[in-house]
């Protein structure tokens, strides 16, 4: 039976999968593949769902173009592109590449071809505004890391497999299977911690599924973080374990960030965080006297009121505790195909506020700004607005804060294409709907997240079964649009891009003769592998997926700072402390709204894959007993949920897993509305949109993260 081996494209774990299929081409098995040196044969329950999700009958085979009547209608390729390539040009002919927009979501960054081929959409377009799921997600580290280290995807990464001691705060990997941290099979990673004699401790306003796993757990009130992660450093300080260590060199900041974290003792932040002085002593203590530790933040120190804090704090406690850049502490990995992006140079141009949006002044960060601004610019002042938008494999009407204004401002653009597998919440606004191959139907290889991954890498997936003739490919797709705006050939483009990649990557010679496959993006995988640390090649990777070692001090080699040097206490950051010393102070809102992840779910868009989907209803409120008690609710009771930008009724589950005051409900639901075409998920997961509650007005200040966690709500029956 031909055996495809490969990875799972789901989430950053990469697990690699064997998927055997049939003489009709039918997948008959996904199984987890044993020869994968870095996931040893572990799935979790979505890799099964590719196949649902390939033989998904609601997935779309056709374009659709959006007629006179208003009714979508399949049409040919050639008639959709022109169509879509049209309606875009007309809007930047008309008034100018400052009135289109892309949003970029999620599985792109899973996707290499989509990866590679944005950037030539973006410059066809003549646009600079793209949003992303990124501003609701990670652009707090990727703005600490680029002050810290030089480069958004300079990320520390926790040496799990040899830490004795792992602190995490906002991250439910035993779910989740790891964020800025590319290592499949955590569950067993994190056991092994202890088996080992080490420790593991979660920080988190709920006692997750990855709590159950650890040795301790505190609750934390949402967005205390920073503060508490300033009162542990303030800690080391005082009782002088607080050290530069080996990096002394290469450490600028140091006396600032101890005159900084004065404010923050321990009895100052306790009510704050909602946990004891002598509690955060012990903490600082213990982490400090560990012979090798590693802190980890993830989404939940990003989505939140202090973002950007609370990621620069994880690393200042790494630094001063002499844990960074060190064997079992936080490190650098050292990717095997440099992301063309990745700054090579030190002092590459700032990433922040070259430009800013029309309604609010918000600055760029990274080349984005804030997805959570997206509504108010289509809604826009006088004539200055967005009249066009192109959503690349993203659904922010359900997935970006106040999503249901963002779903009424979608109305009123001139024009929108949507590249999407689905007709979902955000496409069934659209004008014309691209879609594409499943991910099994196209080869692919992991560059965005190998940076982070806790041993270094590389891996490329064939496809697995015969592409859909009828289908394009994401990159397809975006060189053809991109060709149809710029008025070129598509294999000019394609030529162009690569050479250009080339150029920048290093490579010498005639890149194309050189590399000498077909065009396309694993040609320009090839290149990078080539301009790579390892030096390697596409056909040098081994099937299973190539390993090249656990991960090595990097510094100061790895850092891209003007300064050439780790600046622990950076300006842009610095100055935001005055507005957490003032919240430190404040009385917290009574009652406030986290999220949540659970196995079986993609964000917004795994919930019409019946394997997946069946079962219990998943988009349920997690509400403590003493405020269940005080509305008179039970577990089943459906109750009204309230917040300044909407309202939604939920089902509840009674549960002291949540600390009191706070509330949790899973995001990427509220299916089951007209003119989409997702009947397994509107009929067995429709659930409620949680971004109906969150506030596209609120966000950290410094990087226009949304806040996702912590929302200020009211509950009644
Ligand atoms: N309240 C709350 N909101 C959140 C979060 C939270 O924790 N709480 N998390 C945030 C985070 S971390 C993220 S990353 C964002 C995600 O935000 P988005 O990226 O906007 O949303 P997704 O649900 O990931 O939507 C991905 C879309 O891509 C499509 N797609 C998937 N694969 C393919 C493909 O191969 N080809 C094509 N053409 N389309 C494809 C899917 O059908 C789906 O519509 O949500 C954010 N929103
Ligand atoms: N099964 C599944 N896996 C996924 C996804 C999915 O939707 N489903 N999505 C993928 C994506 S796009 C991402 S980005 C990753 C995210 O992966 P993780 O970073 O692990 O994110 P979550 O699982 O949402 O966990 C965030 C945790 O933060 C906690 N939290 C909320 N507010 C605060 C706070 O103020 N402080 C602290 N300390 N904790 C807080 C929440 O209770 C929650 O437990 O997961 C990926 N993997
Ligand atoms: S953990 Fe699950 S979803 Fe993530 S890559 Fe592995 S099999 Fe896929
Ligand atoms: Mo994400």
Not at 159 to 185: E, H, K, M, Q, Y
Not at 369 to 377: C, H, R, S, T
């Amino acid at each position: 039976m031909p055996t495809t081996h490969r990875t799972c494209p789901l989430c950053e774990a990469h697990c690699g999968i064997t998927i055997e299929t049939d003489r009709n081409d039918e997948v008959v098995s996904i199984r987890g593949d044993e020869l994968d040196p870095h996931s040893r044969g572990y799935l979790c329950p979505k890799a099964y769902g590719l196949k649902g999700l390939h033989e998904d009958p609601d997935r779309l085979r056709r374009p659709l173009v959006r007629g006179e009547d208003g009714e979508f209608r399949e049409v040919e390729w050639d008639v959709a592109l022109a169509r879509a390539a049209e309606g875009l040009a007309r809007v930047r002919d008309d008034h100018g590449g400052d009135a289109l927009a892309t949003y970029v979501g999620n599985p792109t960054a899973h996707d290499l071809g989509s990866l590679l081929y944005l950037p030539l959409f973006s410059g066809a377009a003549g646009s600079r505004w793209t949003f992303s799921a990124a501003s609701c997600d990670q652009i707090p580290k990727n703005l600490a890391c680029n002050e810290m280290f030089g480069g958004e995807y300079i990320i520390p990464v926790p040496d799990i497999d040899r830490t004795d001691f792992l602190l995490v705060l906002g991250a439910n990997p035993a779910v989740s299977n790891g964020s800025l941290l590319t290592a499949p099979n955590l569950r067993a990673r994190l056991k092994a911690i202890r088996d080992r004699g080490g420790k593991v401790v979660i920080i988190d306003p709920r006692r997750t599924e990855t709590a159950e796993l650890a040795d301790e757990h505190h609750f934390i009130r949402p967005g205390a973080d920073a503060a508490l992660l300033l009162a542990m450093v303030h800690v080391l300080f005082r009782e002088g374990l607080a050290s530069p260590g080996r990096l002394a060199p290469w450490i600028r900041g140091l006396d600032e960030v101890e005159a900084s974290v004065a404010e923050f003792s321990p009895e100052r932040v306790a009510p704050f965080a909602g946990i004891g002085a002598d509690a955060i002593r012990a903490l600082a203590r213990e982490f400090s006297a560990a012979p090798r530790a590693a802190c980890y933040g993830r989404l939940g120190t990003c989505t939140q009121r202090f973002g950007t804090l609370a990621s620069w704090a994880v690393d200042v406690l790494n630094v001063v505790s002499v844990n960074l850049d060190r064997v079992g502490g936080a490190m650098f990995a050292n990717s095997a195909a440099p992301f063309p992006s990745a700054p090579r140079v030190a002092g590459d141009a700032d990433p922040y506020g070259r430009w800013h949006t029309r309604v609010r002044g918000l600055p760029e960060v990274g080349g984005q700004v804030p997805a959570a601004a997206l509504a108010e610019e289509i809604e826009g002042i006088g004539e200055e607005r967005i009249r066009g938008l192109y959503v690349h494999m993203g659904n922010p009407v359900l997935s970006t804060p106040n999503g249901e204004r963002l779903a009424a401002a979608l109305d009123s653009l001139d024009f929108l294409v949507c590249h999407d597998l689905y007709l979902n919440e955000t496409s069934r606004h659209a004008d014309v709907v691209l879609p594409s191959t499943s991910p099994i139907e196209r080869p692919n290889a992991d560059v965005f997240f190998y940076p982070m991954a806790v041993r270094n890498g590389a891996h490329w997936s064939p496809a697995a079964v015969e592409p859909d003739p009828e289908l394009r490919h994401p990159w397809q797709v975006l060189l053809e649009l991109s060709a149809r705006l710029a008025g070129a050939e598509p294999a000019a483009l394609d030529e162009m891009l690569c050479r250009g990649l080339a150029a920048a990557a290093g490579v010498e010679g005639d890149a194309v003769e050189l590399v000498g496959l077909e065009p396309g993006p694993m040609r320009l995988f090839d290149l990078l592998l080539r301009s790579g640390p390892y030096a390697t090649s596409l056909a040098d990777l081994d099937p299973h997926g190539s390993d090249f070692g656990a991960l090595e001090p990097r510094v100061p080699d790895v850092l891209r700072t003007p300064s050439g040097k780790i600046e622990l206490a950076p300006p842009r950051i610095t100055a935001d402390l005055d507005r957490l010393v003032a919240a430190i102070d404040d009385a917290p809102p009574s009652l406030v709204l986290i999220g949540r992840r659970e196995v079986r779910s993609n964000n917004s868009w795994m919930h019409n894959v019946h394997a997946l989907a069946k079962g219990r209803p998943r988009c349920v409120l997690l509400v403590h007993p003493a405020e269940a008690g005080r509305h008179g609710l039970a577990t089943g009771d459906t109750a009204t949920l309230r917040s300044r930008t909407g309202k939604v009724r939920v089902p509840i589950e009674v549960s002291d897993s949540v600390m009191p005051g706070v509330v949790c409900l899973p995001h990427g639901f509220g299916h089951g509305r007209s003119g989409t075409r997702l009947g397994v998920a509107s009929a067995l997961q429709a659930g409620v949109n949680a971004n109906a509650l969150t506030d596209d007005q609120e966000l950290d200040p410094l990087s226009g993260n949304a806040i996702l966690n912590g929302v200020p709500v009211t509950i009644e029956s």
